[in-house]
């Protein structure tokens, strides 16, 4: 793992590590609802334009430094530079300051209710490390990984790709709530944790079912059965599983033409995808997922129609006839060593013949494919019009965290597509007052992007862990080594 910074990368890795390091000022729990963590609370003021939060006792860096207010307030402003929430917020403060040790206080333009959900969302994690480090420019990796979570990362065992290892942080203060998703208690029930990161599926699962390795994070499907029937191992599907997305290149022609992207969702079958990606066995896969991921208080029906029963083929066939479509090959980036969204991909590209398309796969590894998509030119130069790929987590749980519903152009996340009316609905969510404004939002949000289509969703393939039967506590969603105990 060569990123160890979770604010310079927002990538899955580099935020699991990050919440074995760092701890947060808010988290979330279990049933989606932010909570103080480093915070004691917090007070606004009758304006809404001052939130005054006080942070708890006890609490240390890895350094035997104490967290204050002004290393929080470095924190919050280097992860604001670079994250989509952060940015927002940014938009309307008027200054952020710390007048004590325990205390900073936020000053805003105009009312921003959101503002700890801002802090405490789960990813990308808004880690808080010492002053002298988090003056740091976002664009560089920290010189030191030194947090206040319940373990501190052994520099001098660390090996870039291979391991990574964690000790307890004896004088860690936890939370008195029980442990939450990434609220409440963080405990480090073990002394040591060691992450290996081992390429090769069979070495895992060989590994794994010798009892040489306790979790096998993204157990790959074609193991599943003989993990199943070690004896040692239990595999569990992930509660938040990626909601996987068919992402178009809205700056090239074809799917600039939003008539096309139409012609392509009465054909989609979220089943025919799931079963390429994960199997036939229905339990290990979600259909019926539109642009909020079905756990979200924020899923909803709008929309949905297309993607409900057996896939109209003619009319997709009709709509592509009647559309701009000059027969011109679609490129489709087809990641064969990634080896669930290779088999999404063989099944749209089969669904893209069927209805008139002319297909060019490509198939290349991930890191090529990584490179490719942000190619903003013609085919002809290196660009592409189709890939397969996946939000991770809970990326797809709200308008601000699910960063490919964005329609900021250029500036939006690969594939690029514009949409004023996603945009200003997205600052409505924002600045919606309460939970049901912002659930009504969300409705009208999913039912534009239907019509837009900034990308398709899929479904949702549910993640694999495969954990040892010693092991209690390891969470499903993502990995964070807090409160896990082995026997």
């Known amino acids: 793992m060569p990123v ?8 899955g890795v580099a935020q699991h590590h990050g919440y074995a390091v760092f701890d947060t000022l808010y988290g979330m729990d279990e049933n989606f609802k932010i909570q103080p963590q480093m915070a004691q609370g917090h007070e606004v003021s009758a304006d809404g334009l001052t939130w005054t939060i006080k942070l708890r006792e006890g609490l240390l860096f890895h350094d035997g430094e104490p967290v204050r207010g002004r290393d929080v307030v470095a924190s919050i402003n280097r992860w604001s530079k670079g994250d989509a929430f952060g940015q927002t917020l940014f938009s309307i403060v008027q200054e952020l300051s710390a007048p004590s040790d325990d205390t900073i206080v936020f000053r805003l333009k105009r009312p921003f209710p959101m503002l700890p959900n801002a802090l405490g969302k789960p990813t990308p994690m808004l880690p808080i490390m010492p002053e002298r480090l988090a003056l740091t420019e976002p664009s560089k990796q920290v010189a030191e990984v030194i947090g206040s979570g319940p373990f501190r990362f052994v520099k001098n065992e660390w090996v870039s790709g291979s391991r990574v290892v964690y000790e307890r ?34 070495t895992a699962a060989s590994a794994i079912m010798a009892g040489e390795v306790d979790v096998w994070h993204n157990a790959q499907p074609d193991f599943i059965q ?27 022609p074809p799917f600039n033409d939003p008539k096309i992207r139409q012609a392509v969702l009465p054909a989609i079958n979220q089943a025919d995808v799931m079963i390429g990606m994960r199997g036939a066995d229905p339990s290990r896969w979600v259909t019926g997922v539109g642009f909020f991921h079905p756990m ?8 949905m129609d297309p993607l409900k029963g057996p896939p109209d083929l003619e009319k997709a066939r009709k709509l592509l006839a009647a559309s ?10 087809d990641p064969v060593d990634q080896a669930h969204l290779h088999g999404a991909s063989l099944v749209i590209g089969k669904m893209l013949e069927r ?9 290349m590894d991930w890191g090529t494919l990584v490179q490719r998509r942000t190619n903003k030119g013609p085919v002809q130069q290196g660009g592409w019009n189709i890939f397969v790929t996946g939000l991770n987590e809970m990326m797809a749980f709200d308008p601000v965290a699910n960063i490919a519903i ?5 500036k939006a996340y690969v594939g690029w597509p514009t949409s004023q009316k996603l945009e200003d609905l997205r600052d409505k969510w924002i600045y919606a007052p309460d939970d049901d404004a912002r659930k009504a939002v969300a409705r009208e949000m999913q039912a534009t992007a239907f019509e837009e289509l900034p990308y398709i969703p899929l479904g949702s393939p549910g993640g694999f862990v495969a954990i040892s039967k ?18």
């Open 226 to 252: 003989a993990l199943e029937t070690s004896g040692t191992v239990r595999v569990e599907v992930g509660k938040i599983s990626p909601t996987t997305i068919l992402r178009f290149n809205q700056l090239q």
């Open 355 to 363: 209805i008139g398309f002319k297909v060019d796969m490509q198939t």
């Open 4 to 11: 160890l910074d979770p604010v310079f990368s927002p990538v």
């Open 324 to 333: 701009s479509y000059d027969g011109r090959p679609i490129v489709i980036l």
């Open 296 to 303: 979200s208080p924020m899923a909803n029906s709008a929309g």
């Open 406 to 410: 964005r329609g900021n152009g250029e």
């Open 470 to 487: 010693k092991v209690r506590g390891f969470p499903s969603e993502f990995p964070r080594f807090y409160n896990v105990s082995v026997s």
């Open 169 to 202: 942080f004896d004088r860690y203060k936890p939370r008195s709530e029980a442990g939450s998703f990434t609220a409440g208690r963080k405990e480090a029930l073990v002394d040591r944790v060691e992450w290996s990161i081992i390429p090769d599926s069979a």
